[in-house]
């Protein structure tokens, strides 16, 4: 049942990544990749949940998600969040 679910959060986060991927003609991004931690599948969508929705709120677009797992274990997320970089200062004459 583990792999079956740990499958299914890949093969989604794969998806994401895709229908999130950034086109050639995109200005300048800054990432910022996370950690989530959990025991369990449902506990880590509900802080995944949550997570997409703090940085939605400080203007970070989810980008990207790998599931880490040790021994067969998930042990938590990697999720990767993109926005477009803060213009460079200009010089002043």
Same mark, same amino acid.
């Given at each position: ?7 299914? +959060?890949?093969?989604?986060? +794969? ?6 991927? +950034? ?30 929705? *703090?940085?939605?709120? *400080?203007?970070?677009? /989810? ?6 797992? *040790? ?5 938590? +997320? /990697? ?7 803060? @213009?460079? @200062?200009?010089?002043? @004459?």
């Amino acid at each position: 049942m583990k792999k079956t679910i740990t499958g299914a +959060l890949a093969a989604l986060a +794969l998806l994401a990544g895709m229908n999130a991927a +950034l086109a050639d003609d995109a200005g300048p991004y800054a990432a910022k990749t996370v950690w989530i931690d959990g025991k369990g599948q449902g506990s880590m969508a509900d802080k995944a949940s949550k997570s997409h929705a *703090e940085m939605a709120k *400080e203007g970070w677009k /989810f980008q990207d998600m790998d599931v880490y797992t *040790e021994d067969g274990d998930m042990k938590g +997320l /990697f999720v990767t969040y993109i926005r477009e970089a803060a @213009p460079a @200062p200009s010089a002043s @004459p």
